[in-house]
């Protein structure tokens, strides 16, 4: 019962763990259909007010990659108009001061 106790408490520190070495950043996206393929995807805005331009490239980079995997996910609601899409990146806070 005492070590089932111990590895709860564990488990909990490591997923409160993340918070401290890590940043979170909101993007939002939009992925354009004419008919029912995508034919434009755009990063709209990426919040980061501390973020130097290569970081935002890089951020912006990853969130269109993101978008671009996922742009058939929306083929059967969407015809000929645009999917606004809002993605959370977490970057380690260590490697985001290496992008410069």
């Given at each position: 019962?005492a ?7 564990y ?6 763990g993340y ?5 979170q950043?909101?993007v939002?996206?939009?992925i354009e ?11 709209v ?23 671009y ?9 969407i ?7 809002a993605?959370?990146i977490r970057?380690?806070k ?7």
């Amino acid at each position: 019962m005492a070590i089932t106790f111990c590895w709860l408490c564990y488990t909990a520190q490591a997923q409160i763990g993340y918070q401290k070495d890590s940043l979170q950043i909101k993007v939002y996206t939009e992925i354009e259909y004419k008919g029912d393929r995508p034919s434009k995807i755009k990063v709209v805005k990426v919040f980061c007010d501390y973020c130097n331009e290569k970081q935002i490239q890089f951020i912006s980079q990853e969130a269109w990659t993101i978008s671009y995997q996922n742009r058939y996910g929306y083929r059967e609601k969407i015809k000929n108009g645009k999917a606004k899409l809002a993605h959370y990146i977490r970057v380690n806070k260590e490697d985001f001061k290496k992008i410069q």
